[in-house]
């Protein structure tokens, strides 16, 4: 362990597994287990810890560069694993629009956090991946010469090999795991490390991911792992999609099992379930863990983050 190394935080490990009584899922004779990786940490919840420990291992306290958008988890986890573990993190934001306006909530904690934000324009952000665009991002951020880049997502081989021990944690404990993706890097290493099936539950449209977990497989592990499938039904339209249906059901299962239900993802993949439940997806007897990802966004930082925090850099 290094002095960066987020196992310094003394993260909750193994996270805890809870059985829940829920109507929906007895009445079918199935159990209901939450996998309350949302307690792993306060400030670095859910599957942002499990990506970023060895990632952060590796820059060991070199700066981190990483990219996401306005509302993104994961540039709030490395923003704060830098205030916490004492290194410089660089945040590149999806959007130029965004330059000069009031940070949202999100990104005020960020800034709060010390992050330095730059805002990139939709086509240059796009094309991240290729050489060109990151090296001209690099110099619009004015990264220094030793920055430790992170993809968006912050899903590369290392973070994909930090998910393993979530399957890990629940060989033997369940049947089924269910998870929801963005990236697919949780997905990815949860599969290669649990015994049972993993049911991955995409919250973007467009029916790529499978691709995507492929080939994070491929870099991570040299091969295809695990038996995992997607249900791409349960998108609700899209990135940050929140309907009034979701937003009830989210709000329902909240109040029933006492604590607050991310929406973004998290309430995306358990309406999934129970829908996949009422179907009879699943035999009677299956033990199926929800994989609880993540917490509901923070509300604002104190002032004066919120109103007048560093201003980020146009690429204009
Ligand atoms: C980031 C995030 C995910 C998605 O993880 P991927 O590895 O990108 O698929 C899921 N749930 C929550 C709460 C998240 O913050």
């Known amino acids: 362990m290094n002095a960066f190394d987020p196992a310094r935080l003394r993260p909750r490990l193994p996270s805890p597994l809870e059985p829940v009584e829920d109507e929906r899922f007895t009445r079918h004779g ?4 939450l996998k309350r990786d949302d307690l792993i940490h306060p400030d670095l919840p859910g599957n942002k810890w499990r990506k970023l420990s060895l990632n952060l291992r590796e820059a ?13 988890n994961h540039l709030r ?30 990104l005020a904690r960020c800034a709060a956090d010390g992050m330095r934000l730059v805002y990139a324009d939709r086509a240059t952000y796009r094309a991240k991946h290729e050489p060109e ?8 951020a004015d990264a220094p010469e030793d920055v430790y880049v992170v993809p968006e997502g912050g899903s590369n081989a290392l ?5 393993v021990e979530l399957g890990r944690e ?3 404990k369940a049947d089924v795991v269910a998870v929801a993706c963005g990236t697919g890097g949780t997905l990815a290493g949860l599969a290669a490390g649990f015994d049972g099936r993993t049911l991955g539950v995409p919250v973007l449209k467009g029916g790529f991911l499978a691709r995507e977990v492929r080939a994070l497989q491929e870099e991570a592990f040299g091969g295809p792992r695990g038996d995992w499938r997607l249900d791409e039904r349960f998108h609700f339209g899209g990135y940050a999609r929140t309907p009034p249906e979701l937003a009830a059901f989210a709000q329902e299962f909240g109040t029933w099992h006492g604590f607050a239900i991310e929406r973004l993802y998290v309430a995306k993949m358990l309406y999934g379930l129970t829908v996949l439940a009422g179907e009879g997806a ?8 929800a994989v609880v990802t993540g917490a509901p966004e923070p509300s604002a930082p104190p002032e004066p983050y919120a109103r007048s925090g560093p201003q980020p850099v146009s690429s204009r």
């Open 282 to 289: 699943f035999a009677p007897g299956t033990r199926i863990a």
């Open 77 to 106: 986890a490395t923003a704060a694993a830098g205030r916490l573990l004492g290194f410089a993190t660089i945040g590149v934001v999806r959007g130029d629009e965004l330059a000069g306006r009031p940070l949202n909530p999100s």
């Open 60 to 72: 060991a306290g070199r700066p981190v560069l990483t990219f996401g958008g306005a509302y993104s």
């Open 170 to 172: 629940l060989d033997g």
């Open 30 to 33: 199935l159990t209901l287990l």
């Open 159 to 163: 973070a994909v090999h930090g998910c």
């Open 133 to 140: 665009a990151l090296s001209r991002l690099l110099a619009l």
